[in-house]
Structures are given as C-alpha cells and as structure tokens.
C-alpha cells in the first residue's frame, strides 16, 4: 500500500527548503532542481505543488508574512496597554528578522522582483502588508492618543509616517 502523504506538511517544507536555496544562490540564479535536492525529492515532485519558481517564492514571501504578522499580533494582544504594545510590535520585528538574518536579503529581491515582473501578484502581496501595517498603526496611534502618550493626530498620516521611515530603516 502506497505511504500516505500529508500535502499541507510536504508543501510547507518545500517551501522552507526553497527559502533557504533562495537566500543562498538568489531568485533568478536558483532552479527548481536546486529546491527539490536540498528537499531530498524529485523535482517533479515541486511541480505537484507549484506550477512555476514565481509561484513557489510567491509561498516563500506568504509565509514569512503569516508568521510575521501572527507574532506581532500574538505579543500585540498579550500586551496590557499601549505602549506596551509598541515595544511588543518593534520586539516582535527585531526577533522575526534575526531568526531570518541568512534569509533576510530575500525579502529586498521579493520586493525587486514585484517591481520588474508582470505578475500582479507580487505587488498585491506587498500590498497587502503595507495594509496589514498601516492599519495595526492607526488602531495603535488612535490608542496611544486615548491614553494621553500623543496629542491628537491623524492616524491614518502618522502611521503612514511610520511605515515610511520604518521602510527606509529596513534600506539602509
């Protein structure tokens, strides 16, 4: 009888070994063969999977973003009042990003190659965090101005603000 795959497992650990080939030779230098030796499968194997590399980092970026975005709002939550929360979300990104430093150069070639590719998925992608962060800025903004930390601002521009020097941070 034929072993039993559990697809969700097989799929992530494709993913997690495609992140890390990525990361070491680079999105446009890496080739499928690559992902499925270091995953210790056959390479059409990731085409049961993924339809194409593009999709495959596309799952790279998705999963970093829900393990990101699921520990800030884990800490965030467990935080009892505002500023408690702005230490949770900057403890939160610093330990996110230094659990990935080898993988960390990834996220800048994501973020290029949405930039050059006619796939709008990319940027829908980055999109969809920028979004995820801007509103989590509001709310906290609208908190912090509540508990008496700011005077009263705009939100929506004041985490703009943020996102904006937070992301040139992340360039430098």
């Not at 969809?128 to 705009?154: C, H, N, P, Q, S």
């Amino acid at each position: 009888m034929p072993a039993i795959v559990d697809k969700a497992a097989k799929r992530s650990d494709i993913v997690r070994h495609a992140a890390d080939v990525f990361a070491r030779t680079g999105y446009h230098e890496t080739k499928m063969q690559d992902i499925a030796t270091e995953a210790d499968i056959g390479k059409g194997t990731i085409y049961e999977y993924f339809r194409a590399k593009e999709q495959l980092f596309l799952a790279v970026y998705d999963l970093w973003m829900s393990d990101y975005e699921s520990l800030i709002l884990q800490r965030v939550e467990a935080s009892p009042d505002a500023m408690s929360k702005v230490d949770a979300i900057r403890d939160s990104a610093v330990e996110f990003y230094a659990s990935r430093a080898e993988q960390a150069p990834l996220l800048l070639e994501f973020w290029a190659h949405a930039l050059r590719t006619d796939n709008p998925a990319f940027l829908e992608r980055i999109t969809r965090t920028r979004t995820f962060l801007r509103d989590l800025g509001i709310k906290l903004t609208r908190e912090l101005v509540d508990a008496g930390w700011f005077t009263d601002v705009d939100a929506r521009a004041f985490a703009d603000l943020e996102a904006g020097i937070s992301a040139n941070v992340l360039m430098c």
